[in-house]
């Protein structure tokens, strides 16, 4: 039976990049029968990686089938996952998020969990000697990977292995990190065809702090005027998502990644309340600038306070 390998809901170019390069692993090095699959449309950056490198679409899935064997990649949340992911047979977890508890597996399994700040960096590393096989495109996953998850070394996740490894692919690819990078954040900052419910689950994960749900959204951009340009509409439309997703509230950070700053859109009083408590933010209006706020995983996860 084939071996699904996916990341997580909402597919970020680490959930789109890193089940291709480990399915490219375990096919041509382990001699095992794997796909990588995804559980949603990619991203504008993921979706661009995929032209780049000329790779395909791994095909979407909705839920697992029961026994189906699967390798978890960038997650370990239950609620990340598809619905039935219990009753499938886990083989196998590699992430670089902190452990949520609720994944039952049917017996032993590999775990690697790292603090780094990408998937693939992981994966690099657990190919050993036989990282060098990868041919152009998957080298180009994965530093694709490594440089968005990274936000080209500007992010806090950054570890010196991450760059280490991002600047050895791109020396063997013989990229230009930065005009790279630079058409990566062009692409994720083009969301013009997106509606709003679109562009706040993009990149989304769900959190509950002290018994409130929150749908945590970050949108990364090298253009934040154009979403901040939707405030309003935007507005409207968390209450919306909200009420569809079963939690109490969305949060919507539009990250700046040129100025290395967050724009937290402030709807009510008790997003007010989050932003004061979470980041000693004084807010007046209906959004608040959070300066050097860029990761959800390290600075707005663990901060949350309602």
Same mark, same amino acid.
């Given at each position: 039976?084939? !071996?699904?390998?996916?990341?997580?809901?909402? /597919?970020?170019?680490?959930?789109?990049?890193?089940?291709?390069?480990?399915?490219?692993?375990?096919? @041509?090095?382990?001699?095992?029968?794997? @796909?990588?699959?995804?559980?949603?449309?990619?991203?504008? @950056?993921?979706?661009?990686?995929?032209?780049?490198?000329?790779? %395909? *679409? %791994?095909?979407?899935?909705?839920?697992?089938?029961?026994?189906?064997?699967?390798?978890?990649?960038?997650?370990?949340? /239950?609620?990340? $996952?598809?619905?039935?992911?219990?009753?499938?047979?886990?083989?196998?977890?590699?992430?670089?998020?902190?452990?949520?508890?609720? $994944?039952?597996?049917?017996?032993?399994?590999?775990?690697? +969990?790292?603090?780094?700040?990408?998937?693939?960096?992981?994966?690099?590393?657990?190919?050993?000697?036989?990282?060098?096989?990868?041919?152009?495109?998957?080298?180009?996953?994965?530093?694709?990977?490594?440089?968005?998850?990274?936000?080209?070394?500007?992010?806090? !996740?950054?570890?010196?292995?991450?760059?280490?490894?991002?600047? *050895? $692919?791109?020396?063997?690819?013989? =990229?230009?990190? &930065?005009?790279?990078?630079?058409?990566?954040?062009?692409?994720? &900052?083009?969301?013009?065809?997106?509606?709003?419910?679109?562009?706040?689950?993009?990149?989304?994960?769900?959190?509950?702090?002290?018994?409130?749900?929150?749908?945590?959204?970050?949108?990364? !951009?090298?253009? /934040?005027? +154009?979403? =901040?340009?939707?405030?309003?509409?935007?507005?409207?439309?968390?209450?919306?998502?909200?009420?569809?997703?079963?939690?109490?509230? +969305?949060?919507?950070?539009?990250?700046?990644?040129?100025?290395?700053?967050?724009? =937290? $859109?402030?709807?009510?009083?008790? +997003?007010?309340?989050?932003?004061?408590?979470?980041?000693?933010?004084?807010?007046?209006?209906?959004?608040?600038?959070? %300066?050097?706020?860029?990761?959800? *995983? *390290?600075?707005?996860?663990?901060?949350?306070?309602?």
């Amino acid at each position: 039976m084939t !071996t699904l390998v996916f990341g997580h809901k909402s /597919p970020d170019t680490d959930s789109t990049g890193s089940p291709i390069l480990w399915s490219w692993y375990l096919n @041509e090095i382990k001699g095992e029968q794997t @796909e990588p699959v995804l559980l949603g449309e990619p991203n504008t @950056e993921a979706a661009f990686m995929l032209e780049n490198w000329d790779l %395909p *679409k %791994p095909r979407i899935i909705e839920d697992v089938t029961a026994d189906t064997p699967v390798v978890i990649v960038d997650t370990n949340n /239950p609620a990340e $996952l598809p619905a039935s992911i219990n009753d499938a047979d886990i083989r196998a977890i590699i992430d670089h998020h902190k452990l949520v508890g609720g $994944l039952e597996t049917k017996g032993p399994i590999d775990i690697t +969990v790292r603090p780094l700040a990408c998937t693939a960096t992981i994966m690099v590393d657990l190919m050993g000697d036989d990282a060098a096989k990868m041919p152009d495109a998957i080298k180009g996953a994965a530093l694709t990977c490594i440089l968005s998850d990274t936000l080209e070394f500007r992010s806090p !996740t950054t570890t010196a292995h991450d760059r280490a490894v991002a600047e *050895k $692919l791109a020396a063997e690819l013989e =990229l230009d990190i &930065s005009a790279y990078a630079a058409d990566m954040f062009a692409a994720k &900052s083009d969301v013009s065809s997106f509606s709003d419910a679109e562009l706040i689950r993009m990149d989304s994960k769900e959190y509950e702090v002290d018994g409130t749900k929150f749908r945590v959204s970050v949108l990364e !951009t090298t253009a /934040p005027g +154009v979403v =901040l340009d939707r405030k309003a509409s935007l507005a409207t439309s968390m209450v919306d998502v909200a009420a569809e997703d079963g939690v109490d509230q +969305v949060l919507l950070f539009v990250v700046d990644i040129l100025n290395e700053e967050a724009t =937290l $859109l402030v709807p009510n009083d008790l +997003v007010k309340s989050v932003a004061e408590k979470s980041f000693g933010a004084a807010v007046d209006g209906d959004a608040v600038v959070l %300066p050097g706020i860029m990761s959800r *995983k *390290k600075q707005i996860i663990p901060n949350l306070k309602v």
